[in-house]
Structure formats: C-alpha cells, structure tokens
C-alpha cells in the first residue's frame, strides 16, 4: 500500500506588510490538520517566494496581506510562477476588501479568504484545491 504524500504549503507575506500573526495562525491550522507546513516568512519579494516554492516542491501557495498592495504583488506572483513554469494553486487571505476578490480570481488565484474565514473552510478548500491540481497533473 502507497503512502499517502503530505500536503505541502508554504505560507509567505510579500513585499513590506509585516504583520504575520494571521498568517502564522492558519499556519498552526494547517499543521494541525496534517499538512506540512512552511513559513517562508515575512518581507520577501516575489522572486524569493516563488524560489522557496519550487526548493521546498509545494503542493500550495498561500500569501497573508494587510497592506492593501494585494492586486498587485498577487498580479506579480502569478507572472513569476508562469516565469518559473510553477504550476501550484496560489490562495491569498488576509484584509482584503470583497469587492476585490473577484478580480483576484479572474486573475488566476485559486481561493480568496477573508478575516474570519472558518479554520474548517480553509483547510478542507486547501485539500480540495490540492487534490484536484494533482489529479490534472497526473493526467
């Protein structure tokens, strides 16, 4: 019988938003539904980020932002994943205005979380979005 891979995620805050403690908070969430996670920490340009993620050979990306600069830095990391052929789901929470998260899904981010998105909601979005990008990669 195969074992079954740990969900990789690497967490990561880009560009000058130095608040982490949201994002530190769905990283223990994760963690503590089996998820293996990495927190690649805070101040990162993209081109770091998206380095950790191809390093580290995640299953998931998911950026913290508070700083309103969110359209752009997500437009930013969507180009350096295409750059880079990385092919993961990219997810993003944090204070991001609803108005917004459309456009950020049109732009190609696979799930937009909110302040007070239930622990519960996140993790079973993140299993799902990894399930299905492995499934169409395997195909």
């Not at 929470?93 to 950020?104: F, Q, S, T, V």
């Amino acid at each position: 019988m195969a074992m079954e891979k740990n969900i990789r995620v690497l967490l990561g805050k880009v560009g000058l938003d130095g608040h982490d403690r949201g994002v530190r908070v769905i990283a223990s969430w994760l963690r503590d539904a089996g998820m293996e996670v990495i927190f690649a920490g805070r101040f990162l340009t993209v081109e770091q980020l998206v380095k950790s993620a191809i390093d580290e050979d995640v299953d998931l990306i998911g950026l913290s932002f508070l700083a309103a600069d969110h359209i752009f830095m997500l437009q930013k990391t969507i180009d350096e994943m295409k750059k880079n052929n990385l092919e993961v789901p990219l997810v993003a929470g944090g204070i991001i205005p609803k108005a917004d998260m459309p456009r950020l899904k049109e732009m190609g981010v696979a799930e937009v979380f909110g302040p007070g998105a239930p622990m519960e909601e996140i993790v079973d979005v993140v299993k799902r979005l990894v399930v299905v990008e492995q499934a169409s990669s395997s195909s």
